[in-house]
């Protein structure tokens, strides 16, 4: 047979399965007999690239590393939603939208609102062309090779009457159970866990290697769809056509006729959601008619026409059983509570399994500090409450004083030596926070110190994590981030270590074979490309997070340039204030950082800021938008990009009609350039565009 036909029609078929497994819960064939389909079509597209397609199921299985996710212009912006932690503010909401709408009757759809990462999918003549991140709402990255990924995500749209192009939104998610082996087995291997779900699917979304984010089973439900063509009246009428396109739509939503409806599907969900297998942290109401919506309009961050209501944070009783207090790579001493359930105080500690809370168990909360101790009047044997506030960390809100039994609790004594070193803790002037001032010996410090380095944020070394570097570390191989650099593989084969870990009391067994040395090395290596402000955020000075290191990035270029600048230059960078220029100068100023900067240059890390001068050169572009396609004679796509920004204009992510040009180089897809005929949008060539600016 034809082989374009053999892999078409193959193509097909495994879709065909797949769509019968996620729209209508069907398995017709087994597993195995899906891989062994999937296998034969990768092979069959290997021996014949040409007619592989952009929308193959093999793009599931992912394989593609991407090293830079390009960023991307929204067409049209991603805004949020405005909160309600209440019934009283929500019914406010109902007073303005009445009002707003001049007493026209009005419906609304309640969604539950799902905890993850908004994406955005455009589909082109039904075919998913791009998905993005939302970004700053504004610009998101290109991270089309792992959305591809998503099991459940139509590559291609079969359906009449679709509207030649649309885009979709959702929220992209990770199980609890994915989450929960996911970050088994990141343990296992000596790797950081996930914090949360969100972050585990906003992690995965941009890993590099999208065969990886293929094997994570992340997810997406889908609650929104805009088109030029106005294809739905109704929020409603677009979730049940977006289903029969196949779509993957947000489950369990309502049609409700009033406000009062709406608080009953709140109440409702209040206690159910618990047993939803992925996180919600809220429901969303959605004026139904778009007309209506319309009629509303936005704000300049969020819709008229649509609100969130967010529960509460679940909160439960627990039983503090102790306090540990841990050493960050700052120096920083924060307490810890070991808790356990209150059915479990009976237990001892290492068979405790935590209290039930948002879908996971916790164990442990923090306790900020001193005062916070102080404050909450907390003893050990204390009945607490603790919670889980949306963000990572659960933490102890108060104390039962009712429960306390005078005799069997005792008081949390705060440490006058570091509990690692034993150096004599001290308090700098106006902070709350104990430090150990042994900062170039302390081995949580200076192991601190390289689980930052090698963030996500910072040099981004996905091969490594905290049990890969205590195994480093407890050989003596690794003491600052520099060693990293001199690693080779004969170093680093056949090491292994069994380490204990501290949440679960589990020991396993770290050992460097081939493969996760290569990976380590492979992920050093990558390293070296990492921008400048990345580095810069890496060097884990205090006070420098993220955004501060950009801005120095960008305001000095260069770290001799950040090390030789006085206080008042440093000063005199927008929001560097007084604290962090000496936190800067007090880190310059030690000799062994200094030194190992100097090696961290000699193995190659970016020491200085390539990204070009954000200079405008004119504004002869300013509210013009272009999509680039082909390939150029004068400039790179980056180049053209630059310019088209240097000059005022910005870049769009697909055509539509409110596109003002279509900038087309040589071998630009024909689909592009006739969509733009149709639509109207001027077609620029390189000259013409040359001519534009040249003026
Ligand atoms: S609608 C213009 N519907 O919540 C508003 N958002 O705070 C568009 N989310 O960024 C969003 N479930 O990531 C909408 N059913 C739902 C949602 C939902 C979760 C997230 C989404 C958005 C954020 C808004």
Not at 118 to 139: A, K
Not at 247 to 271: C, L, M, Y
Not at 391 to 410: A, C, H, N
Not at 593 to 609: D, F, K, P, V, Y
Request: proline fraction near 4%.
């Amino acid at each position: 047979m034809d082989p374009e036909i053999q892999i078409d029609e193959l193509s097909r078929k495994i879709e065909h399965y797949n769509f019968r497994y996620y729209q209508d819960s069907v398995s017709e064939i087994s597993d195995f007999e899906f891989d062994q389909l999937l296998k034969q079509l990768a092979a069959l597209e290997n021996k014949y690239p040409e007619f592989k397609k952009s929308d193959s199921p093999t793009q599931r299985v992912g394989g593609t590393v991407t090293k830079n996710f390009v960023p991307v212009f929204h067409r049209y912006p991603m805004l949020s939603l405005d909160n309600t932690y209440n019934e009283q503010e929500l019914r406010n909401f109902d007073d303005r939208v009445r009002k707003g709408l001049e007493g026209e009757e009005y419906e609304y759809i309640c969604e539950l609102k799902f905890d993850g990462i908004s994406l955005s999918f455009t589909y082109e003549n039904g075919v998913l062309v791009r998905g993005i991140t939302r970004g700053d709402g504004t610009r998101g990255d290109d991270i089309t090779h792992n959305v591809k990924t998503i099991r459940s995500l139509p590559l291609r749209v079969n359906a009449k009457n679709l509207p030649p192009d649309f885009e979709i939104r959702g929220e992209g998610f990770m199980p609890y159970t994915s989450f929960q082996k996911l970050n088994d087995e990141m343990d296992t291997l000596g790797e950081n866990q996930y914090a949360n779900p969100r972050n585990a699917a906003s992690g995965s979304f941009k890993l590099q290697d999208s065969a990886e984010t293929a094997r994570r089973n992340l997810d997406c439900y889908l609650y929104s769809f805009i088109s030029d063509d106005n294809h739905f009246k109704s929020h409603e009428e677009s979730l049940l056509g977006l289903k029969t396109w196949g779509f993957n739509v947000s489950p369990g939503w309502r049609k409700v006729q009033n406000i009062d409806e709406a608080i009953a599907f709140i109440h409702e969900w209040e206690t159910k959601r618990a047993s939803l297998p992925l996180a919600t942290d809220g429901i969303v109401l959605k004026i139904n008619s778009f007309e209506q919506q319309r009629e509303l309009g936005f704000t300049a961050k969020s819709p008229r026409w649509a609100i969130s209501f967010k529960y509460k944070a679940e909160n439960k009783p627990a039983i503090l059983r102790s306090v540990n207090f841990q050493v960050g790579r700052t120096g920083a001493i924060t307490p810890v509570a070991n808790l356990c359930d209150i059915n479990e105080r009976d237990l001892p500690y290492n068979k405790v399994k935590g209290v039930h809370l948002s879908g996971t168990r916790v164990k442990r909360a923090t306790l900020h500090n001193a005062n916070e101790i102080e404050r909450l009047d907390i003893q050990i044997g204390d009945t607490v409450f603790v919670e889980k506030s949306g963000e990572i960390i659960p933490k102890i809100t108060g104390v039962d004083i009712s429960q306390r039994i005078e005799f069997l609790t005792e008081p949390v004594v705060f440490p006058k030596k570091c509990p690692e070193c034993g150096s004599e803790l001290i308090r700098n002037e106006g902070e709350v926070a104990f430090l150990c001032p042994n900062d170039s010996h302390c081995p949580p410090q200076l192991k601190g110190r390289i689980e930052h380095f090698i963030h996500r944020k910072a040099m981004n070394i996905e091969s490594l994590g905290e049990g890969k570097i205590q195994l480093l570390f407890d050989t003596n191989l690794v003491r600052t981030p520099a060693d990293l650099y001199d690693l080779t593989y004969e170093k680093l084969l056949g090491l292994e270590k069994n380490i204990v870990n501290e949440e679960t009391g589990k020991l396993k067994k770290i050992s460097f074979r081939e493969k996760t040395v290569e990976n380590i090395l492979k992920g050093l290596e990558l390293s070296k490309t990492v921008p400048f402000k990345n580095v810069m955020f890496g060097l884990g000075i205090r006070f420098v997070g993220a955004t501060v290191a950009e801005k120095l990035a960008i305001y000095f270029k260069s770290i001799e340039a950040i090390s030789s600048a006085t206080y008042d230059q440093l000063i005199a960078v927008p929001e560097i204030g007084g604290r962090i220029a000496k936190s800067i100068e007090s880190y310059f100023s030690v000799p062994e950082n200094q030194e190992m900067i100097e090696r961290l240059r000699l193995a190659g890390i970016q020491m200085e800021s390539d990204e070009k001068p954000v200079v405008a050169e004119s504004d002869l572009l300013e509210g013009k938008t272009f999509v680039i396609s082909g390939v150029f004679e004068n400039f790179d796509r980056d180049e053209l990009k630059n310019k088209i920004e240097v000059n005022g204009g910005r870049i769009l992510s697909g055509v539509s009609a409110k596109l003002n040009y279509l900038l087309a180089g040589e071998n630009m897809g024909p689909s592009k350039l006739e969509k733009a005929r149709r639509l109207g949008v001027t077609i620029l060539s390189e000259e013409e565009f040359l001519a534009m600016i040249a003026k």
